[in-house]
């Protein structure tokens, strides 16, 4: 398959782009048209999202987090069969691809994680999947030794699908795992390199439970049980203090920044000029907190959020979509492969045809692609060279 | 034409809708299907936009106010000719209709308005317009006595169409404007009742280059000059004093809130909550600073927005999307016209086909259209009962 466009390659210039099986195969500069009607971009990566609570957009509105998830997600999530799971994640994983997100670190729930592994094996999405891991909190989610099950999940899915597929750990946040399970998910981590994912300092009330449970910040507590290292990534974020950063960036952690989620939920802003020495990637959470799995949306919400904080000489577009491409990339520890349009790696890219209305201008690349572009405007969409959306 | 959906009419409520010329003729309560999968809108009202400026999208990155007009947007529009004024306005027109905006108070520039009123008349949308009045600043573009040619303009084009157009004033802001030209806005306005509407308090250093000439700020210039009263829109807001918004409650004025170009032009962050005793409406602004003209963004960031600077009661989703209606068409004076779906008012309004992924959910109405529908979920638009979308 050849391509035709402006490429989005590191540094952005007019040609084609081949691909032969799941590699790009050749990117060749040619001479540029006067008026540019195509893109091509590299898939992009949502590193925090939940594809199983996807069925249950629109129905946790006007709360924060500790109520929406008791009140709504938990219940929603413990009355999941099978069945119901299956097509909730496929779902969500249908919408990603849609929108142009090829690869998702996804948060599963208590139960029915094959089902999500399922779901992604069948649409053809690059997922990292974990269950969720609970062992204090809602009766009907909790479980004695939520760990139990990994081995068999790492026997039927890890690294299956050409790669496509890998298991994570995913302690749900500090306020629903022991110190014992903390402690087992950063030991399996290291000893099997498996990405491990989390939320942290998402909300004022959640940070303020920890602080009274342990007389400790979120962070320090993941670090006192040994859950921080390369692998991790933290998603939100919003509610660091300058010794959390620091310890963040000792352990080669990475964030998942999340815009609309971190707003809707009236958690918050994350102010990335505090985070801009660790990794950073973005991610649309799930669809009921989003309510929508965009990764344009959340570009552009991010650029414009930044210029808020910090004026013009904030996050530049072109770090933006950095964040929701090679920062997801290097989150995944999969830089080698995805993250960029390089000969030799993965064909994870997107096809945008510019609208008639649109003038794209390759002097201002990130800027056009952030601000003018949706994921409307999306032709096609291909993970491992298969057209998926 | 008779249409099935949730209608959004001020309560709403599942049923049919039908128009008869270019009135609604019928609203009426049928039996919910469990799946819902078209609403009925209103259409949006844009109360600031440049459409002539549309082909300077993508041109003008990172700059602040008084750079982006000075080094880009004037040299823009001072070349405009009367045959790419009337390509450029046409192409911002017919997006905007695309995007579900039916009703614009548009801001021309100091020379081929007659080419805007063209576009409009050609393209179906309902076009508040006006020749941006200047009479200090750049060279090329200012006039000794902008206001000569405005009764040409109220003969050939005021109430015209079916009433779908009319001429507006618009002094384009403190900034470039006389004493004398801004006395004479005032005056004419009180005098032939005719919509005026400028930019005012939207960047840090044009207040300042305001205070520093008269002592006093923008909002108080104007009042002084007789600038303010009920027929009176000021877009941007975003540096108010609560001075200034009591004499803006004292004088009726409307407000144009434009959430994305005032972040984009890093100006800052309108607060809603204080301007909350205004008749609020929303602008979508140029393509040069914005640089999509869509509604559906404009009331998810509004809302998200809001949730960051006041939490969960900061303004509804509900208050939101009637600023993008109601609001709007009190500024315009259009209330018992258009703003809302109701028998006898004007037939402008869409049509939305809720996604496949999408479960639109009646508890929420207004949160699921705001955060879960987009622009490009729209299945067709109407103007005066003709679909032009």
């Not at 629903?176 to 939320?199: I, P």
């Not at 964030?255 to 958690?267: D, E, F, G, M, Y």
């Not at 990794?279 to 799995?293: E, F, K, M, Q, R």
């Not at 491409?325 to 945008?352: N, P, R, W, Y």
Request: glycine content about 6%.
């Amino acid at each position: 398959m050849k391509f035709e466009g402006y490429i989005f390659t590191p540094k952005p210039f007019y040609g084609t782009l081949s691909s032969k099986k799941d590699r790009i195969a050749s990117i060749k500069a040619i001479r540029r048209p006067k008026k540019i009607t195509k893109l091509i971009l590299p898939g992009f990566i949502s590193t925090h999202i939940h594809t199983i609570q996807t069925h249950a957009r629109n129905t946790a509105e006007n709360m924060e987090l500790l109520e929406w998830l008791s009140k709504v997600i938990w219940p929603f999530e413990a009355k999941l069969t099978k069945k119901t799971a299956y097509y909730s994640a496929l779902c969500g994983m249908d919408e990603s691809l849609s929108k142009g997100i090829t690869s998702i670190l996804d948060m599963a729930t208590a139960r029915h994680t094959d089902s999500v592994f399922e779901a992604a094996r069948n649409c053809g999405i690059r997922a990292f999947i974990g269950k969720a891991l609970m062992d204090q909190g809602p009766k009907n989610l909790i479980e004695p030794h939520p760990l139990e099950e990994i081995f068999d999940h790492l026997d039927k899915w890890h690294q299956k699908e050409n790669g496509r597929l890998q298991v994570t750990l995913c302690p749900r946040f500090v306020l629903s795992c022991s110190e014992k399970l903390l402690r087992s998910v950063g030991e399996l981590s290291k000893k099997y390199r498996l990405l491990h994912h989390t939320h942290a300092s998402e909300n004022k009330a959640e940070c303020e439970w920890i602080e009274k449970r342990y007389k400790k910040s979120n962070i320090e507590i993941l670090e006192k049980f040994g859950c921080l290292n390369e692998w991790t990534t933290i998603a939100h974020g919003v509610h660091f203090s300058d010794r959390d950063i620091a310890l963040l960036r000792k352990r080669k952690v990475s964030i998942s920044h999340c815009p609309t989620s971190n707003l809707k939920l009236a958690s918050g802003l994350a102010d990335l000029k505090r985070l801009a020495s660790l990794n950073l990637s973005l991610g649309v959470d799930g669809a009921p907190c989003n309510n929508l799995l965009d990764p344009f949306f959340e570009m552009r919400l991010t650029h414009l959020l930044n210029r808020y904080l910090h004026g013009l000489y904030g996050f530049s577009a072109e770090r933006v979509f950095k964040m929701a491409t090679m920062g997801g990339a290097k989150a995944l520890h999969q830089e080698k492969e995805i993250g960029s349009l390089e000969i030799g790696k993965k064909a994870d890219f997107l096809v945008i045809q510019v609208p008639d209305f649109v003038q794209f201008n390759p002097d201002f690349p990130y800027e056009s692609l952030i601000h003018s572009i949706t994921s409307a405007d999306i032709h096609s969409v291909f993970v491992d060279g298969h057209q998926r959306a």
